[in-house]
């Protein structure tokens, strides 16, 4: 059983950083893709960041060379670097794992693509 709980989010101020983690278990985080997703009230799951089975990482075009997503296998755990943080980028941030089979390609940017999510991580940027 494939599990994933974020944790990192947290209340900051305009400009600052936060590094979300998405500890998984029950996968590998060298295996099928891994992305990270946020949804803001009112509005639909939006894909941020992912790394792919290859290490090929994706973006956003929000994200504007502010994020930085990374994997670490020893800890089995992918992060979510995020630098010069919006009032816009308020949201919970989630971890999910790409539906098998592995790919090759870069990530799927569509929600319906991810078989397992964690719970979420409230990011909060106050102006």
């Known amino acids: 059983q494939v599990q994933l709980v974020e944790t990192g989010g947290g209340l900051v101020q305009t400009g600052a950083s936060l590094t979300l983690s998405c500890a998984v278990s029950?996968?590998?985080?060298?295996?099928?893709?891994v992305a990270w997703f946020r949804q803001a009230p009112g509005k639909e799951r939006a894909f941020v960041a992912g790394?792919?089975?290859?290490?090929?990482?994706l973006y956003g075009d929000f994200v504007k060379g502010r994020f930085t997503i990374s994997r670490d296998k020893a800890h089995n755990t992918v992060y979510l670097q995020m630098d010069s943080l919006k009032p816009e980028d308020t949201a919970v941030y989630y971890c999910?794992?790409?539906?098998?089979?592995?790919?090759?390609?870069?990530?799927?940017?569509?929600?319906?693509?991810?078989?397992?999510w964690g719970q979420g991580t409230q990011v909060t940027v106050s102006s």
């Open positions: 029950g996968h590998s985080v060298n295996g099928n893709a």
């Open positions: 790394i792919s089975y290859i290490g090929q990482t």
């Open positions: 999910a794992t790409e539906r098998p089979p592995i790919r090759f390609g870069l990530c799927q940017l569509t929600a319906s693509a991810y078989a397992n």
